[in-house]
Structure formats: C-alpha cells, structure tokens
C-alpha cells in the first residue's frame, strides 16, 4: 500500500461535526486539517422537518459545500471506504490511501434500509417517506397536506438516530393543518414510538402527552415497524403484545433505523448493535486507539444525538486534540476536558410554536436559558427554530465559532 498523502488531522466527514470541528482547529492554529466527504451539497438538516411541513425549501438549508468548508482545510472529494488504526491509514473509495496523525470520525449515521424489509421499495413508490432522508422530505408536505381521510402512521425511530424526537415535528404540524382544515376528525393519526412513553424524556412527556391526545392521536408505545408492504399498503407493527398489522394506511411517515458505517466495525472501532464509534462518552478519545477521535451522531456519546449537543462536543474536542498536541503524548487525563451529554430536542406542537427541552447524559435538565422555562410551547422559540438558528448555523456553528 502506497501512502501518497498524509495529513496532521484527518476529519472523516464534511457535515455539521466535522465541518464545525475543522473550522474550529484551524481558527486556534492548527496548520493542516483535512476534511474527507463526496458530497457537494451540505444541508442544514433540522429544516427538512419544515420542509416536510411546508414552511420552508430545500433552498433554503442547502449551500454548496466548497463555500461551507474553512478555505484553509483540504476538501478530499471522496468517501472512507476502511480505515487501519494500526497504520495510522484511511482508505478511500477511489482507491487512494491517506496517513493521519489525528483521525476524527464524523460520519453522522446511515440509513439501515435492511432493518425493515420493504421500507426502501415503500420509499421508491412514494407511499412511505420522511422528513429524515434528504430527498424524501421534499415528498411529505404534498402528501399530508391534502389528505382528507384514512389512516397516517409517524414513527419516532429507535436510537440512535440523527435528533430523533424532532421526528414529532412534522405530526404535530400536520395535525394543526388538518385540524384548521375541519378533515382531523376524519383521520386515524397513528404514532409509533420505541419508548414506554412519548421519548421517555419526562420533561417532554408531560407537555407532549396532552397536546397528542388533544389531536385524538393513537400512540403505540414500545413498539417499531418491523416490516412494511407498499403493494398492500400496510404495515406490521412489532408491540409488547405482539405483531399488529396497520391496513390500507393513505400515508406512512416512517424514519429508517440507522446504524455506523460497517467500516468503523470492521477497523474494530465500533461498539453495540449500531457500531457507533467506541469512544469515551466524556472526552470522545477512542479507548482502544489513542489517535482515534469522534464527535456528532456517529460518536457512542451516551446522550441522544442533535446538532445541538455539537456545540459542546466541538469546543471539548478541539480542547482535548490541542491538550494532546501541546503534552507532545498521551495528555494527563486532567487536561483533558469532560462532554456532560447536553443534548436539545426542539419539536414543533403546532405550526407556529415549539417547546424545547434540553438535557444532559443522564436526563437531567440542562436549560441554557435559566430564567425562562423553554418547555413551555412558544412562538419566540418557533421563530429562532425556523428562522434564527439557519443564520447562526452558517454564520457561527460551521465557522468553528461556537
Ligand atoms: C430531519 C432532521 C431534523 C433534525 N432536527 C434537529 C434539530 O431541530 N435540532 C438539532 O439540534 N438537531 C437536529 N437534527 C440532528 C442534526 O442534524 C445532526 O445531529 C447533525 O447533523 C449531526 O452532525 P454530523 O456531522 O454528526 O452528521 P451529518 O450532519 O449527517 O454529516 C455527516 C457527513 O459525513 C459524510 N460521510 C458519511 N459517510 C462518509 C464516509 N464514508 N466518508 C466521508 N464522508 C462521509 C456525509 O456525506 C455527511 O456530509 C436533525 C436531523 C435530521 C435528519
């Protein structure tokens, strides 16, 4: 194998993590940070909810990634394709082979299609679809929008998934909208959800739960989609009692369930049944791999996934590589600094108001306004979901400025 390239810190994906992570390294001085991805497009992802909502575009959360990326770090236009941690080598799609002496895995996590049998041919003919799969989201609005009577399941997808109580977002919305449009009463609203309640989060169970039952929406609790068959248009739900079949369901908004790229088990990274990265929840250093680090949804950070919880995972990050970089070895474990598991889950209860609970690793509440109780349903909070946070996301969070 011919190493042709080698850099000081490899960062093995371009979205929200490692672009903020990049950015940040080289505003504290760092000299050669290289950025792995294929994709041209980066996308704001907590807006495809709004998209799939009907309050907003796919132009607008998209940029194009040569103008998202620090123009200081090197773009490598290709996909990971395995990495060997004992080489200190990452090997690319394209056949490539690049020597790191810092590899940052931010991946974010795939779709598992192969976990539901039949969700992907379910997808293809427009039947099921979600606001959590890029191009899908563009397809929800204008099938939920002018439904009039039937039955529409929702899922909240198993963990770990990409902020996966936002997936609450487009329910809730679409319920106001058919309610405003008198056909709600006609509807079977279905949610399923993995969790003995609503997220199993009590700080959003208590306000969630009333605001379901006020839409007359049915919750399957500790339940999953175990199969789907868009040909019939039914789907089989795994619950505590057993299988229950959904028939002649008119829409299916169904997040996939997500897993780490099987590279990252195969380079005996990973750890549990999704393979997330098997770093210290705290530090997010690798346990076995020194040089090895991870950040964002594809990170076994011990907290549920959001862009949100980047914000601290950057800055502690950053801290702990330059710690390590500065002790010229392994830093003492006292310089390094501790991620908490703050993590944010933002859900819209209706078209124009949005509760926002934040908590830390082990539920604990975690407000970054302390004077204001942010759960509480509000338009304010709407307001800087929908419109605020695009602005500081491209203006600050990507430009390393957290
Ligand atoms: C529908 C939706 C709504 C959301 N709403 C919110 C919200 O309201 N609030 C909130 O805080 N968070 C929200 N999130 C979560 C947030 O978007 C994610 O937590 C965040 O994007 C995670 O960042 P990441 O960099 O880890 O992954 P991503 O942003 O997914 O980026 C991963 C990048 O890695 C690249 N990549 C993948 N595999 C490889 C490979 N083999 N080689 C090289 N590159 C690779 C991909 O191309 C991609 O660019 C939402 C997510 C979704 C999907």
Request: aromatic letters at 6%; proline letters at 6%; charged letters at 20%.
């Amino acid at each position: 194998m011919i190493v042709v390239e080698r850099h000081e810190v490899l960062v093995v994906g371009a979205g929200n993590a490692g672009v903020s992570l990049a950015a940040k390294l080289l505003k504290d001085g760092a000299r050669d940070v290289a950025v792995v991805d294929r994709r041209q497009v980066h996308r704001y992802r907590p807006l495809l909810n709004y998209v799939g909502s009907g309050e907003a575009t796919t132009a607008d959360l998209e940029r194009a990634q040569h103008e998202v990326l620090p123009s200081a770090a090197t773009w490598v236009r290709d996909d990971v394709a395995s990495v060997d941690p004992g080489a200190r080598t990452v090997t690319l799609g394209g056949g490539r082979t690049l020597g790191y002496g810092t590899l940052v895995l931010a991946t974010g996590l795939p779709e598992d299609w192969d976990a539901v049998p039949g969700l992907r041919a379910a997808y293809d003919a427009g039947w099921a679809g979600s606001t959590f799969v890029d191009t899908s989201a563009v397809r929800v609005w204008p099938a939920l929008r002018d439904l009039a009577r039937g039955t529409v399941v929702f899922t909240i997808p198993p963990e770990p998934a990409p902020c996966g109580a936002t997936a609450l977002k487009p329910l809730l919305m679409a319920c106001e909208h058919w309610q405003r449009a008198g056909v709600l009463a006609n509807l079977d609203v279905r949610l399923v959800t993995p969790f003995d309640s609503v997220l199993d989060v009590p700080q959003a169970d208590e306000r969630l739960e009333p605001i379901l039952a006020s839409y007359g929406v049915q919750v399957h609790h500790a339940s999953r989609v175990a199969t789907v068959d868009a040909a019939n248009r039914s789907l089989t739900l795994s619950t505590p009692d057993g299988e229950e079949t959904l028939d002649d369901v008119a829409f299916a908004h169904v997040v996939p369930p997500y897993r780490a790229p099987r590279w990252v088990e195969d380079a005996g990274l990973g750890t549990g049944p999704a393979g997330l990265v098997d770093v210290d929840p705290e530090t997010l250093r690798h346990h076995r791999h020194p040089d090895v680090w991870a950040l964002g949804d594809v990170a076994n950070h011990g907290t549920r996934s959001s862009g949100g919880a980047l914000r601290d995972q950057v800055k502690v990050l950053a801290h702990n590589l330059a710690a390590v970089h500065n002790a010229g070895g392994p830093a003492a474990d006292a310089e390094l600094h501790r991620y908490d598991g703050y993590t944010v889950m933002p859900i819209t209860t209706s078209r124009q108001r949005l509760l926002l609970v934040e908590v830390d690793r082990e539920g604990r509440s975690s407000p970054s306004a302390p004077f204001v109780d942010l759960t509480r349903p509000r338009r304010s909070t709407w307001l800087f979901d929908r419109y605020g946070l695009l602005q500081v996301y491209y203006r600050r969070i990507l430009r390393g400025r957290v």
